[in-house]
C-alpha cells in the first residue's frame, strides 16, 4: 500500500495552492492522510477531489469549527497491517518519540503535523516511529516546502520524506 502523508495545508491563502508534484503523488497512492490544519470543509472536499483517493484527516487547531466536529483529533488506521496513529499535535520535541509510543502502544507510527517541521524518528529498538511530513504549501522557517510518502506491506511501514521545492 502506498500512502501519501501531508499535513498544515492552510487554504485559502492568497494564491496559494498544493503543488502539481504532490498532487500528482496523491494520485498515485491509495491513501491519503492528512495532519490536520486543512482549514474548511470545502479545502477538504477539493483535496479529497484533487487526490482522486480516500483521505484520512485529524483536525487541526486553525481548522474551523465545523471541521473539527466532522474530523476526529486523533485516529488509528490499518494500512496494509499497519497500524498508523495519526494526530495534529505531537507536543514538545523533548521525549516525544517515547511520549507517542506510549499514547499509541498498539501501532507500528504516528503522523504528525503542526510545526511545518519535516521530521522522522524511529526506536532502534521497537521499531516505532514517529513522522511529520513538513507542509507542502506554508513551510514557515524550512527551505522547502515538502510532504511525505509511505509504504506499508505485510505490517511493515517505511517512510520517506519528499522535497517538493
Known sequence: MVIAVISDTHLPRGARRIPDACVERMRESDLVIHAGDISTREVLEQIQ????TPVAAVHGNVDTAELQNELPDAR???AGGAKIAVVHDAGPATGRLTRMRKRFPDTKAV???HSHIPLH???????FQIFNPGSPTDRRRQPHHTMGMARADNGEL???LVRLS
Not at 49 to 52: F, G, K, S, T, Y
Not at 121 to 127: F, I, N, P, S
Open 111 to 113: 503522523v504528525f503535523g
Open 76 to 78: 488509528v488506521i490499518d
Open 121 to 127: 524518528e524511529k526506536d532502534d529498538q521497537t521499531g
Open 158 to 160: 517505511t517512510f520517506e
Open 49 to 52: 477531489a484533487a487526490a482522486e
